[in-house]
């Protein structure tokens, strides 16, 4: 499945806290064209439901917690992410649902190209319809 979980170095140490640093094409395997973030999500809510044609993203839980269920058309995982160190990338055509949203968390996303709703496939049907051709 192309997904998987990237860890990032911590500089700094417990007495002074913690930085981490992400650049294009080195430790984030893209040249990043965007950054969003989630926040204030409803513990309940379920977000995501979708895949994307073209698109790459790095997904880095910077606060809190949630889970990712990724599905590629034939395997299933489920990815926590709890620390600001590591980073879930998930490549094209993966459909994801995020859940399990502990208070206050912010979920932060880099991403391989410009927001274009056209590369979104909101439809589960439709998904599975790419892999029967
Ligand atoms: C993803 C997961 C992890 C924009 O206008 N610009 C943007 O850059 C984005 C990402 C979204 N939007 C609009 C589109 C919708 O009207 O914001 C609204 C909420 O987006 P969505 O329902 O797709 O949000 P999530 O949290 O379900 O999914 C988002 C990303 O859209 C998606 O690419 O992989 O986070």
Redesign the pocket.
Known sequence: MNCYILSFDEIGNIEIGYLTSLESLKNIPFDIK?V?Y?YDVPVKIK????S?KK?E?V?ICVNGSIKVKCFDGQEEKVYLLDKPNEGLY?GPMIW?E?YDYAENTV?M?L?SEL?D?DD?IRDYEKFISYFKK
């Not at 977000?47 to 979708?50: K, Q, S």
Request: no cysteine; glycine share 4%; charged share 20%.
């Open positions: 965007r969003y989630t977000r995501g439901f979708h994307h698109l993203q997904l998930i994801r995020m979920l996303v991403a927001y709703e979104y």
